[in-house]
C-alpha cells in the first residue's frame, strides 16, 4: 500500500508539546524515544490535515541505514462512526518529519445486511493487513520502518494525522503514552528482479518471450 492519500494543502496544527531524549552511544540498540503523553487528533473538516506533533532527538550521526535503522513502534486507538456512508474515507497517519511512517484507510461496508468499519494498511514488518469491527473503538499496534528523509540528526518531529474525504468515519484518533521510535541493527528485507526478452528486439505485434527472475535478500545489518 502507497502511503499517499491525496494531502490537501491546508492544516490545522493543534499544541505541540516538547520532550527531547538524546540517543547516544554507539552500539546502542533499543527504543530511543517514547511518547510523554497520549498524542491526540479529532475532528470532522473534510480535505483537512488535522495534526498533533511532539518532538525527539536522534543523535548528530543519524541516518536511516548509516548508524542504524529506525522503526516505528506505536499504540493507535480510534473513535469509530460506523453508520458514515460507503463513499466516507478517513486516514490515520504516524509521520517523522512529515514523511508517513504509517497510513491506514478506514471506510465502511456491509455484510450480511449489518454495516462494518474495514481498515487496510501496509508495512515492512509484516506486510498488508486489513480487518472489520462493528464497534465504535478500535485499538491497533503498528510497527515500520521510517522513511530514509524521514530520519536525520538532531531534532526530528513525530506526527499523528488525520483526515477524511467524503464523510467522517475516524471521529477521533490517539498516538498512546509509551509509543516509541526504536533504533535497531537489522533494516527491512529487499527484492531484486531481472528479465530478460527473446528476442531482444521486436516490432509491433511479434510475440516475446520474457523471462523474470526475482531474488529476495535477508535482513540488511546497519552500521
Known sequence: MGFCAGFALAAIATALTLRLIEASGEGRFGPVYETPRTVAVQ????????????????PEDAGQGVDAWYSLDVDL????????????RSYVSVLTDVRAAAQIEFRTVRV???????????ELFTGDS???????MLRLRFRNFLQRIGVRPGMNALTLQLEHYNGVVVTSARMLRGSKIVRGVLGPPRLGVAAEASPSQA?????VLLRMASRAWAYRRGA
Do not use: H
Open 43 to 58: 475532528g470532522r473538516s473534510l480535505n483537512r490535515l488535522i495534526r498533533d506533533t511532539v518532538y525527539f532527538r536522534l
Open 203 to 207: 516490432s509491433v505485434g511479434e510475440v
Open 130 to 136: 486489513s480487518g472489520l469491527t462493528s464497534g465504535r
Open 112 to 122: 450480511g445486511g449489518e454495516r462494518y468499519v474495514r481498515w487496510s494498511t501496509g
Open 77 to 88: 486507538e480510534m473513535s469509530l462512526d460506523p453508520s458514515a456512508s460507503p463513499e466516507a
